[in-house]
């Protein structure tokens, strides 16, 4: 009777499977047409057939649960049923589910058609955040031209979104009860399957936070021999508006004025791209080229004809942020970004592609498997491959950058500038969805919203806002991800496995050898490596089919998320700052913000 059972339970999953393949697929594409391409028509068209969709999805579950899949014998079976029995928003009444998604398509709008006044000409206000107030941050070194476009963009973008924020909050929560979570934060929580998920990610964050004080320490005391001490204070907090991003949450662009020997040659990429006339389409064939120098998937034909890799310039509105997308039939994989010729772009088009990578690898897998191992796996693949084309070695390979010393000094500045985007990241992603998990858990109340946030921010991040905040403010909202509903642990997660994974590629590739020096993993570059590119491709094809510790162990024999991998890579730079933190007594770790915040 139970193996009758278990035999009907298999067949039900193929159709469940191929249905929710085209549901999903259904969605998927007018989710495009919306994001690339904001209108009215567009938006109503999206909300109606998410809702159709979603009316799919709930009569499915309800046969779903008619199966008594606790009791059968096949794992794999069991696997899959468990997942179908999650019903997401889908769960929510229909018109529960409509006011969810309009909430989180308002305060999407509101993001990407938000503009500013440039602070020079305060006639012209289309300042977008791409690329027009990114540029500023990555050029200008005015602290008052700084501060008014850090105000002007909170102003535009974050504090309109606070009431649409509220209400995403509560429809999003009863969801979640609806699945059997106590909040959101649990149904995050729980994409990473570990019983001890939340006490492995602080875990994570005592191991790299040493490492973080000293980048901090260094940092602020450059900045304060550039701006003074009026502007940066010897022990405080570092004014978020001076760190070369509007959020504050990689510092690449003040690396120019604040290396550690200043005296060695340059690295610009952004400088070198431009001189060679690359394009954007250039851009993406050579991220395309090292993917494939792995033995990995080029990008199909119907990527190259339905991506969009520069934003239009038909005057439409669209949401510029880049995003991969999985169109769940196996053949459709996009990328829409904004492209512009920066190093940031090359390696955000590397990250993107490694999105498709991982879509590409497991698009034969059951629809219900098609996602990362958990969801920091799918923002690492891309990384991975950006932590070997920056290498100085692969930049001169590439022609994108002179020969130059190879000495103690040049390794350094280079731990230095990758620091700025890995190290600084860290705290930077954990306080976002920290803030999130308080907010969902209901111990952040409506009133309290941007004071915790400021909390947060201070007490992890060690940054402060230019200027008071109050609760007429709702910065978060200022950052893409709150604005459109992404969880953020995933790049947390992702740059801290992803130094695990480097380290096995490279090991595998011959380019790291423990202790040897001229192994560093730091100056590994997996290009070519079809040793490299089979191991990793054997994870991703491997998708959420089983729990994340089978997919890292499969690549690294590891069962578990550790730091080790990104305190090997950065631990000369860490001995070196330690050192000259303490030759120039600087002070670790911050006293309170003077900053009216809360
Ligand atoms: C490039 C993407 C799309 Se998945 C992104 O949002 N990233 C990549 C790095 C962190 C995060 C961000 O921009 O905040
Ligand atoms: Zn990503």
Same mark, same amino acid.
């Given at each position: 009777e139970r193996a009758a059972e278990e035999a009907a339970g298999r067949e039900f999953m193929r159709t469940l499977d191929d249905l929710t393949g085209r549901a999903k697929n259904r969605r998927t594409i007018a989710s495009w047409d919306y994001e690339s391409n904001i209108t009215e028509h567009n938006r109503e068209r999206q909300l109606q057939v998410a809702l159709e969709v979603a009316e799919e999805e709930k009569e499915l579950w309800k046969e779903t649960m008619t199966y008594l899949w606790h009791e059968f014998e096949d794992e794999d079976l069991k696997r899959m049923f468990q997942k179908y029995s999650k019903l997401g928003s889908s769960a929510l009444p229909e018109d529960l589910n409509q006011r969810l998604i309009e909430a989180i398509n308002n305060m999407q709008s509101i993001y990407a058609k938000a503009t500013i006044c440039d602070y020079?000409?305060?006639?012209?206000?289309?300042?977008?955040? %791409? @690329?027009e107030v990114t540029n500023i941050f990555a050029q200008s070194t005015d602290p008052e031209e700084l501060k008014y476009t850090w105000l002007e963009w909170h102003k535009a973008a974050g504090a309109p979104s606070k009431g649409n924020f509220t209400e995403y909050v509560n429809m999003k929560n009863e969801a979640a009860k609806l699945n059997g979570y106590d909040s959101v934060a649990e149904w995050w929580l729980g994409e990473? %399957?570990? @019983?001890d998920t939340e006490e492995q990610f602080a875990e994570l964050w005592t191991q790299v936070k040493p490492l973080y004080d000293q980048m901090h320490a260094y940092v602020r005391r450059h900045l304060r021999l550039r701006y003074g001490e009026d502007v940066v204070s010897a022990r405080g907090p570092i004014p978020a508006h001076l760190l070369g991003n509007i959020w504050a949450q990689t510092w690449n662009h003040v690396e120019k004025f604040t290396r550690p020997y200043p005296e060695k040659p340059d690295v610009d990429v952004t400088a070198a791209l431009v001189s060679q006339n690359y394009t954007a389409l250039k851009i993406f064939k050579t991220a395309e080229d090292f993917f494939k120098s792995l033995n990995l998937s080029g990008m199909p034909d119907l990527f190259w004809e339905r991506s969009i890799i520069e934003k239009p310039n038909d005057g439409r509105d669209m949401v510029c942020h880049a995003s991969a997308w999985d169109f769940f039939d196996s053949e459709d994989f996009r990328i829409k970004q904004c492209t512009t010729i920066t190093s940031a772009f090359f390696k955000t088009t590397h990250h993107e592609m490694g999105h498709i990578q991982y879509y590409l690898q497991y698009k034969d897998l059951p629809v219900v498997y098609r996602a990362g191992a958990n969801p920091g796996f799918h923002e690492a693949v891309g990384d991975i491959m950006s932590l070997s084309v920056s290498t100085p070695k692969h930049l001169r390979l590439m022609g994108l950058l002179e020969d130059g010393p190879e000495d103690l000094e040049s390794n350094i500045n280079q731990l230095y500038k990758m620091g700025l985007e890995k190290i600084v990241f860290l705290p930077f992603a954990y306080v976002l969805d920290l803030f999130r998990y308080g907010v969902f858990r209901g111990t952040t109340s409506e009133s309290d919203y941007n004071c915790h946030f400021w909390q947060l921010r201070e007490s992890l991040q060690g940054v402060e806002p230019p200027a008071p905040r109050s609760?007429?403010?709702?910065? @978060?909202?200022?950052?893409y991800h709150i604005s459109s509903d992404v969880e953020y642990m995933r790049y947390y997660i992702s740059y801290i496995i992803q130094f695990q994974f480097h380290r096995s590629l490279c090991q595998l590739a011959g380019e790291y050898v423990p202790g040897d020096p001229d192994k560093l993993l730091s100056n590994c570059d997996i290009y070519n490596s079809t040793a490299a590119g089979n191991a990793l491709g054997k994870m991703l094809q491997m998708g959420s089919s089983k729990p994340w510790p089978d997919a890292m162990e499969a690549l690294t024999g590891q069962r578990k998320m550790d730091a080790s991998g990104v305190l090997e890579y950065f631990q000369p730079l860490y001995d070196w700052l330690k050192e000259e933190n303490e030759r120039t007594g600087e002070y670790i770790g911050w006293e309170p913000s003077n900053v009216q915040y809360c």
């Open positions: 020079n000409d305060r006639s012209k206000c289309n300042l977008y955040v %791409e @690329p990473y %399957e570990e @019983p609760e007429e403010d709702f910065d @978060p909202a200022a950052k």
